[in-house]
């Protein structure tokens, strides 16, 4: 397979600050681009902030300016960008990501399935689909957050053929269980890279957790965040298939 170089940006959230998210955005960006990464991952709900008190009011509409601002930085940077946002979409919110190309045009859109609590019930009405797209060569997904803790989420992309998986999240603590058990477990057992972007610091009455990590296929923590900012790049190693989970194959149903 050709090769791939993963980044993510681990940050403090914009909390409001749609302006800030994007000058956030663009700065990780030009760093990415630099260490030639070939897309680059930023939290969920990233304009305006995923615990904001006004997502409603501030969530963006796909393709407005914001969309051609980002795309141009993408263009710029030549790196692509998975982005989470708060969408608008006629009277509907969604807790959506999206994925741009080194050249700005949009690889996928996607809204999350799993919402998480009744606050984000509240807020936000829940996505129905799956999306998979071309990422240098690799079949690539995304997922949003609470999304990535379902095994069966997983293995059905797995099952299409996905081998990467971009999963922007606002994960708080006590929670590091997710970073320190769940996703390298759902990275092993389907046999799939996962970059799993997290926010650091305080918003509100929320403590994020930070650990931001990327993963490989054989579980094997590529590279990992602390509790502050960070910027991670990394490699996705070849694998030996020996060490690829060989679960979906072996399955026995029990009646």
């Not at 990415?32 to 305006?48: C, K, M, Q, R, T």
């Not at 092993?188 to 650091?200: L, S, W």
């Amino acid at each position: 397979m050709p090769d791939l170089r993963l980044a993510l940006m681990q940050a403090a959230s914009p909390a409001g600050d749609c302006a800030a998210a994007f000058a956030a955005a663009e700065h990780g960006l030009r760093a990415a681009g630099a260490a030639g990464a070939n897309v680059l991952v930023v939290p969920e709900s990233f304009a305006p902030g995923y615990n904001s008190d006004a997502i409603a009011a501030l969530a963006l509409a796909r393709g407005d300016a914001w969309q051609d601002r980002l795309a141009a930085a993408c263009r710029a940077a030549n790196c692509g960008l998975v982005f989470g946002y708060a969408e608008r979409d006629g009277d509907a919110i969604y807790n959506a990501a999206l994925a741009l190309g080194p050249d700005g045009a949009e690889l996928a859109h996607y809204r999350k399935i799993q919402l998480y609590g009744a606050r984000e019930a509240s807020i936000y009405q829940s996505g129905d689909a799956y999306v998979s797209f071309d990422l240098a060569g690799h079949k690539a997904a995304l997922l949003i957050c609470y999304d990535v803790e379902f095994a069966p989420h997983i293995a059905a992309l797995a099952a299409a053929g996905v081998t990467v998986l971009l999963v922007p999240t606002a994960n708080m603590l006590p929670y590091t269980h997710v970073m320190r058990a769940t996703v390298p477990a759902m990275a092993a057992n389907h046999g799939m890279t996962i970059v799993y972007a997290n926010y650091c610091g305080i918003e509100g009455d929320l403590n994020y957790a930070g650990g931001s990590l990327i993963v490989g296929a054989d579980g094997d923590v590529l590279a990992q965040a602390g509790m502050g900012p960070a910027l991670l790049v990394a490699d996705v190693p070849a694998v030996d298939a020996a060490r690829l989970s060989s679960q979906a194959r072996d399955y026995r149903v029990v009646r």
